[in-house]
């Protein structure tokens, strides 16, 4: 089972930043946070991992509470391009774990 | 960044055929690789899991022998749906990562297969 849990669906706005949240409270000490978006008809697209500190790359930056009972990710300035199910992912089982999905967030960038 | 490529990315076949998807890393070596899939509207699942040159271990509920997978070199594994009935048009997605770390599994863009 996930062991994430997400909001369903989120809007923003197309320019503006999306924030998507994730709360993962039974993270263990030693497992990462993974973001990875889908689009619609498309494998799943790699975004950003962490494990305590916070994370920023070309796509998106990765906000972790200290306690690293949730995280959030932030596309800083949204298109329509990035309207996808973006997935947060914490792996099961150690650095060779798998990954299992759970339902993600549907986000929908509107003009 | 890390290229995953699936092939074929679109098949339909005759009910009772058996279908090979290949998958290929392109840029890294590949120690372990992923099959998953997926229906309309849900999530990915994961079927399998497969380390070079070792048999696959599968998820609970997948049959072996339905879905073979080969996994003999570190830039290919292969997913073969074995007498294929149309309860198994689904789509399939493979993953590949390499044991370095906490480096991010790369997905293909997935295979849709429809059995008529």
């Known amino acids: 089972d996930a062991k994430t849990t997400q909001p369903t669906s989120m809007d923003c706005a197309e320019g503006r930043a999306a924030n998507l949240p994730c709360n993962h409270s039974?993270?263990?000490?030693?497992?990462?946070v993974y973001w990875y978006r889908q689009i619609h008809s498309q494998g799943p697209q790699y975004i950003i991992h962490?494990?305590?500190n916070n994370e920023t790359n070309e796509m998106a930056s990765l906000i972790i509470t200290e306690d690293r009972k949730s995280s959030t990710l932030i596309l800083p300035h949204a298109t329509l391009r990035d309207t996808a199910v973006y997935y947060c992912?914490?792996?099961?089982?150690?650095?060779?774990?798998?990954?299992?999905f759970g339902k993600g967030t549907k986000l929908s960038v509107k003009p | 960044g890390a290229v995953v490529s699936q092939h074929p990315s679109w098949v339909i076949c005759k009910s009772g055929t058996s279908v090979k998807i290949e998958c290929r890393s392109l840029?890294?070596?590949?120690?372990?690789m992923f099959w998953y899939r997926q229906f309309p509207k849900q999530s990915l699942m994961l079927m399998a899991t497969?380390?070079?040159?070792?048999?696959?271990?599968?998820e609970q509920g997948v049959e072996k022998d339905k879905f073979l997978i080969n996994h003999a070199s570190l830039t290919l594994s292969t997913l073969t749906v074995t007498s294929a009935h149309p309860e198994d048009s689904s789509f399939y997605i493979c993953?590949?990562?390499?044991?370095?770390?906490?480096?991010?599994?790369?997905f293909g863009d997935g295979t849709r297969l429809s059995i008529l």
């Open positions: 993953s590949a990562r390499t044991r370095v770390g906490n480096q991010p599994q790369h």
């Open positions: 962490g494990l305590k």
């Open positions: 497969s380390n070079e040159g070792s048999k696959a271990t599968y």
């Open positions: 992912i914490v792996r099961v089982g150690g650095s060779q774990g798998n990954l299992i």
């Open positions: 840029d890294f070596q590949a120690t372990t």
């Open positions: 039974t993270i263990s000490g030693n497992e990462y």
